[in-house]
């Protein structure tokens, strides 16, 4: 503490939980377009929960930072987050998006050329997470996003390690499922999964993780590069 200053009261050194108020105002703090409303508007009549606005600004930050070049998403739903990472990603930089609805993605298609993304930046492949990612280069990837199944969270987590190159980073959207997470009493299928999901990204010596509390929560980590871990 600098010479002279008073010492914090209690008040002062606690931390408050952050009001209604302020989660709406830093949600919308990086406002959506017409674009991407069409693109929830879709989402909506097919019963598809895309991620938060809070959230689709974070990982196109994410993707901006890491100059994203080639990004592997998990779960296309109707594009909202896709063109959220589109938007961050460099120039040239290719998405290849994974969803077991062909329908969901054939609506994602309509969301990427209204926002005037060009169709050969999109690759769009229909089928099982787990089936597909199989089949993806090794140590490619800058950034995957993972907004699947939940209770498959832990093998995502598998696959993009291996497809990650180094310095390269993981998300995974619904982080704190509803409030359910952090609510040691819920122990449904989905819930643990994620939570486990947590536990094991906090603890690798091989990432570096941080758990934002934006949207449902965004569970994010950086793949760290040889010899980091011994720094």
């Known amino acids: 503490m600098p010479p002279g200053r008073p010492e914090p009261t209690t008040e002062e ?29 879709r989402a909506d009549e097919v019963g598809v929960t895309p991620l938060g606005a809070g959230a689709g600004a974070a990982l196109g930050f994410l993707a901006s930072v890491v100059e994203a070049r080639a990004v592997v998403e998990i779960g296309t739903g109707t594009g909202v987050s896709g063109v959220w990472l589109l938007r961050g990603m460099r120039s040239d930089g290719i998405l290849t998006t994974v969803d077991i609805e062909a329908e969901h993605q054939r609506l994602a298609r309509e969301s990427f050329a209204e926002a005037d993304v060009p169709h050969q930046r999109v690759r769009t492949i229909a089928g099982a997470a787990l089936d597909v990612l199989p089949r993806l280069t090794d140590g490619h990837y800058d950034l995957v996003f993972c907004d699947g199944d939940k209770q498959e969270y ?7 390690l291996r497809l990650l190159r180094p310095g390269g980073i993981v998300a995974f959207d619904n982080a704190l499922w509803h409030d359910r997470v952090a609510d040691p009493a819920r122990r449904d299928e989905e819930t643990v999964a994620i939570r486990s999901l947590g ?26 590069w040889v010899g980091e871990q011994d720094d």
């Open 13 to 41: 050194a606690t931390i408050t939980p952050i009001s209604p108020s302020s989660w709406t105002y830093a949600e919308e703090f990086v406002a959506e377009d017409d674009d991407l409303a069409a693109a929830r508007a």
């Open 154 to 160: 832990a093998a995502y987590l598998h696959e993009a």
């Open 199 to 224: 536990q094991e990204v906090a603890e690798r010596d091989d990432l570096v993780a941080v758990l934002l509390p934006v949207g449902d929560g965004l569970l994010v980590a950086k793949k760290v």
